[in-house]
T-cell receptor, first 114, second 115 residues
Framework: DGGITQSPKYLFRKEGQNVTLSCEQN?????MYWYRQDPGQGLRLIYY???????QKGDIAEGYSVSREKKESFPLTVTSAQKNPTAFYLC?????????????FGEGSRLTVL | KNQVEQSPQSLIILEGKNCTLQ??????????LRWYKQDTGRGPVSLTI?????NTKSNGRYTATLDADTKQSSLHITASQLSDSASYIC??????????????FGKGTKLSVKP
């Protein structure tokens, strides 16, 4: 089945550690996105990529890093510089033009800092 | 400032009843408006996408309306089921920011359907 796969579903991290969240899609979409969701808040864009080996900062990129070495994959690293990393992280993809194209989301990864 | 406001924040209804969720936006230039359903702990799933010229769009028991003049949208759920319990998120796409666009997310309405 076509779709977006995020892993792990749940992740616990000690303060000071970096963690990487995986996102893989087989929809042949050019654009991929990472969003952060906090209780009572709208989704906020962390990073997005429209093409392999290129990505752009979103509204809250500080403390995060990404790579786009393959069209299918867009991993997100939450670094120790992220002051409040506990959140629900959502990966999404779309055809290149997200202004009109539907956004498809993964099932999310919940990160908890101990 | 581009904003999307949803009301109510939360809603409890009995199974079988209808309900309407509201979305007001101040986004310009407008490209389209989307409604997503998000089950607890899962990713959002698209219900409808409406462009400027569309007034109504249905997806099964879900019907979305759009009034581009007043910048308001509603999502009407007919004959609610327990499985409708979820958060419903309104998202407006602004027609700038290149092909990436600029998606402005509302905070969502949390719907609980009780037996």
């Amino acid at each position: 089945d076509g779709g977006i796969t995020q892993s792990p579903k749940y992740l616990f991290r000690k303060e000071g550690q970096n963690v990487t969240l995986s996102c893989e899609q087989n929809l042949n979409h050019d654009a991929m996105y990472w969003y952060r969701q906090d209780p009572g808040q709208g989704l906020r864009l962390i990073y997005y990529s429209q093409i392999v080996n290129d990505f752009q900062k979103g509204d809250i990129a500080e403390g995060y890093s990404v790579s786009r070495e393959k069209k299918e994959s867009f991993p997100l690293t939450v670094t120790s510089a992220q002051k409040n990393p506990t959140a629900f992280y959502l990966c999404a993809s779309s055809i290149l033009d997200a202004r009109t194209g539907e956004l498809f989301f993964g099932e999310g990864s919940r990160l908890t800092v101990l | 400032k581009n904003q999307v406001e949803q009301s109510p924040q939360s809603l409890i209804i009995l199974e079988g009843k209808n309900c309407t969720l509201q979305c007001n936006y101040t986004v310009s230039p407008f490209s389209n408006l989307r409604w997503y359903k998000q089950d607890t702990g899962r990713g959002p799933v698209s219900l409808t996408i409406m462009t400027f010229s569309e007034n109504t769009k249905s997806n099964g028991r879900y019907t979305a309306t759009l009034d581009a003049d007043t910048k308001q949208s509603s999502l009407h759920i007919t004959a609610s089921q327990l499985s409708d319990s979820a958060s419903y998120i309104c998202v407006v796409s602004a027609n700038y920011g290149g092909s990436q666009g600029n998606l402005i997310f509302g905070k969502g309405t949390k719907l609980s359907v009780k037996p």
